[in-house]
């Protein structure tokens, strides 16, 4: 099981994180021609936007809803 936002965060600790991005960013580029534009840097915007799978325009929600937020205000 991977923690991507663990992961994100001991990379910027040890001061990888920017390294990583760019070697991605090359590889984008070198197999697909550009870089996914749905790629943010970490801590850009909510990760739902990232992994949606497709570029979404500005304001975009996930249309999952967990009703968490309705069950915790009964």
């Given at each position: 099981?991977?923690?991507?936002?663990?992961?994100?965060?001991?990379?910027?600790k040890r001061n990888q994180y920017?390294?990583?991005?760019?070697?991605?960013?090359?590889?984008?580029?070198?197999?697909?021609?550009?870089?996914?534009?749905?790629?943010?840097?970490?801590g850009e915007d909510a990760e739902?936007?990232?992994?949606?799978?497709?570029?979404?325009e500005k304001g975009w929600q996930?249309?999952?809803?967990?009703?968490?937020?309705?069950?915790?205000?009964?």
């Amino acid at each position: 099981v991977f923690n991507l936002y663990e992961q994100f965060e001991q990379l910027k600790k040890r001061n990888q994180y920017d390294k990583m991005v760019k070697v991605n960013r090359e590889r984008d580029i070198k197999f697909q021609g550009n870089i996914n534009p749905m790629i943010l840097k970490f801590g850009e915007d909510a990760e739902a936007v990232q992994y949606s799978g497709r570029e979404v325009e500005k304001g975009w929600q996930c249309p999952f809803h967990s009703g968490k937020a309705e069950r915790e205000a009964v």
